[in-house]
Nanobody
Framework: VQLQASGGGLVQAGGSLRLSCAAS????????MGWFRQAPGKDREFVAA????????YYANSVKGRFTISRDNAKNTGYLQMNSLTPADTAVYYC?????????????????WGQGTLVTVSS
């Protein structure tokens, strides 16, 4: 499956952005989906994950209550709604998918990755 992340940009602190992850090549609904991010000079970190059906979600503590992960299997697209953004959220955001199973924050568990979209939050 091929993944294309989009929606990044420059936003002021306190603002919002919605990232999209468009899937092609295989049935998107066959996969759980996750979002990760990597800030300059830091390791890639888990942000959020959602079950293939959309029935379960899992968030990193740092984004819980501010970010919402969702998906529309009919459109082969996943989303990450980001609210109350802070400069600490500045990073390249990646979407990824894995086979159905337990949701996990472990990046090696994900089989396919998108190319990333840059989010910059100014203070």
């Amino acid at each position: 499956v091929q993944l294309q992340a989009s929606g990044g940009g420059l936003v002021q602190a306190g603002g919002s952005l919605r990232l999209s992850c468009a899937a092609s090549g295989r049935t998107f609904s066959s996969y759980d989906m996750g979002w990760f991010r990597q800030a300059p000079g830091k390791d890639r970190e888990f942000v959020a994950a959602i079950r293939w059906s959309g029935s379960g979600t899992y968030y990193a503590n740092s984004v819980k209550g501010r970010f919402t992960i969702s998906r529309d299997n009919a459109k082969n697209t996943g989303y990450l709604q980001m609210n109350s953004l802070t400069p600490a959220d500045t990073a390249v955001y990646y979407c990824a998918v894995k086979g159905k199973g337990a949701l996990t924050a472990s990046a090696p568990s994900y089989d396919y990755w998108g190319q990333g979209t840059l989010v910059t939050v100014s203070s």
